[in-house]
């Protein structure tokens, strides 16, 4: 398997306006593979604008945030290429799209990295944003799932969250939990807020 690097990447449209969505960076060489899902905001903004920004964070309320429909976080303009960057990020990566791979599901965008630079000093991740970062990517997935698989991972990273969550944590958690009660409750506006 590739490496795979869970990132917040910033796409810009036409007019320049920018948008933040988690997505998994794919390694493929020296360059990394963005891969969207039809339909996405991040897919339609490739096309019109061949640049990204991948923004390495620790603060994983930014992760469940962007799919809970709180997108609205600060950002600073990028450095090379057209386009913004989370402001606290520890790092940023500046992608610029090299070719496409198109596909009816899921086109792939390979992006050489044309910039790079270091912000503070990665302090880790501890049990609790990692078991936010996976109840995030379950939260997208929740149409997909059986409802006993759901039950069971919830389970399981909710032992982490119980150990080592601190604040921030609490409240990503919380902001995902609020979206699959929804999901659960058939209220499908709410589960699919963005
Ligand atoms: C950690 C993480 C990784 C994700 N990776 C991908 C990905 O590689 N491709 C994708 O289409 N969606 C991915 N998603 C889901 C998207 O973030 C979500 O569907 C988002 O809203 C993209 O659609 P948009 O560009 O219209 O906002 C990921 C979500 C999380 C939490």
């Given at each position: 398997?590739?490496?795979?690097?869970?990132?917040?990447?910033?796409?810009?449209?036409?007019?320049?306006?920018?948008?933040?969505?988690?997505?998994?960076?794919?390694?493929?060489?020296?360059?990394?593979?963005?891969?969207?899902?039809?339909?996405?905001?991040?897919?339609?903004?490739?096309?019109?604008?061949?640049?990204?920004?991948?923004?390495?964070?620790?603060?994983?309320?930014?992760?469940?945030?962007?799919?809970?429909?709180?997108?609205?976080?600060?950002?600073?303009?990028?450095?090379?290429?057209?386009?913004?960057?989370?402001?606290?990020?520890?790092?940023?990566?500046?992608?610029?799209?090299?070719?496409?791979?198109?596909?009816?599901?899921?086109?792939r965008f390979h992006c050489r990295i044309?910039?790079?630079?270091?912000?503070?000093?990665?302090?880790?991740?501890?049990?609790?944003?990692?078991?936010?970062?996976?109840?995030?990517?379950?939260?997208?997935?929740?149409?997909?799932?059986?409802?006993?698989?759901?039950?069971?991972?919830?389970?399981?990273?909710?032992?982490?969250?119980?150990?080592?969550?601190?604040?921030?944590?609490?409240?990503?958690?919380?902001?995902?939990?609020?979206?699959?009660?929804?999901?659960?409750?058939?209220?499908?506006?709410?589960?699919?807020?963005?």
């Amino acid at each position: 398997m590739p490496r795979i690097v869970e990132t917040i990447v910033t796409t810009i449209d036409a007019a320049g306006t920018p948008h933040l969505a988690p997505l998994g960076l794919i390694e493929d060489g020296d360059l990394w593979i963005i891969a969207p899902f039809r339909p996405s905001r991040t897919l339609d903004n490739l096309l019109a604008n061949p640049h990204a920004v991948a923004s390495h964070t620790g603060d994983v309320r930014v992760f469940a945030g962007c799919i809970t429909g709180r997108r609205d976080w600060p950002t600073v303009p990028a450095d090379v290429v057209p386009g913004v960057r989370l402001q606290d990020a520890v790092s940023h990566w500046e992608l610029s799209v090299v070719r496409m791979s198109d596909d009816a599901q899921r086109p792939r965008f390979h992006c050489r990295i044309v910039h790079a630079a270091s912000h503070a000093v990665w302090s880790g991740y501890n049990r609790a944003e990692a078991a936010v970062l996976e109840l995030a990517v379950l939260a997208t997935r929740l149409s997909m799932l059986p409802p006993e698989k759901i039950d069971a991972e919830l389970q399981y990273l909710e032992i982490a969250i119980s150990k080592t969550a601190g604040p921030r944590e609490r409240e990503a958690w919380d902001w995902l939990m609020e979206r699959i009660t929804a999901f659960r409750r058939g209220d499908a506006d709410a589960a699919q807020k963005r």
